[in-house]
């Protein structure tokens, strides 16, 4: 019974590690830090949008919070400002 039973882990593990694999490269997730870094944005401004509902959704990555990247890059894009004319 037992070898039965470790043969069903060691079948099903490398299955679920390629399933969170496949998952991360299809949905990469993007830490607040990165976000600041990335697009020039202060931590503080991040924070003050979260709190006032306007960055979108984070999902649990472990102990962290974090935010779909394509989400971001959605968010930034629609909220980018034009350059005004001189």
Known sequence: MSNLRDATIRLTAPSLLDRLRRAQEEFPLISIQEIAKQYGVSMRTLRRWQAKGLMPGRVKHGR??????????AYIARNRQKPEAL
């Open 64 to 73: 962290w919070l974090k935010y779909q990247k394509a989400e971001v890059e």
